[in-house]
Nanobody
Framework: QVQLVESGGGSVQPGGSLRLSCAAS????????MGWYRQAPGKQRQMVAI???????HYADSVKGRFTISRDNAKNTVYLQMNSLKLEDTAIYYC????????????WGQGTQVTVSS
């Protein structure tokens, strides 16, 4: 069973920055894609950013140029650097990790709150 521990959420003013981290541990064969999703109140969970094992990245249009996803394969950790934060970035952010080789299992973190307010 894989455990995901997130950290780095908090409150910040518009224009500020935060960095999220998510460390994976447990019985892992191979970590495939790692990513971040978010869910704002009353809205569906949406993809924010994904990074492949070879560090190919994909971002939601709403965060391109402001957020940067990265990973440390040696530490089984994925990061999300969030700059120029906007009010609409307020949400619970969830880490997502896909594990496996020919078949995959997806795991979710517990979520960390990010609040952008003036």
């Amino acid at each position: 069973q894989v455990q995901l521990v997130e950290s780095g959420g908090g409150s910040v003013q518009p224009g500020g920055s935060l960095r999220l981290s998510c460390a994976a541990s447990g019985g892992m064969i191979s970590i495939d894609n790692m990513g971040w999703y978010r869910q704002a109140p009353g809205k569906q969970r949406q993809m924010v950013a994904i990074i492949s094992p070879s560090r190919i990245t994909h971002y939601a249009d709403s965060v391109k140029g402001r957020f940067t996803i990265s990973r440390d394969n040696a530490k089984n950790t994925v990061y999300l650097q969030m700059n120029s934060l906007k009010l609409e970035d307020t949400a619970i952010y969830y880490c997502n990790v896909r594990v496996g080789l020919a078949t995959y299992t997806t795991y979710w973190g517990q979520g960390t709150q990010v609040t952008v307010s003036s």
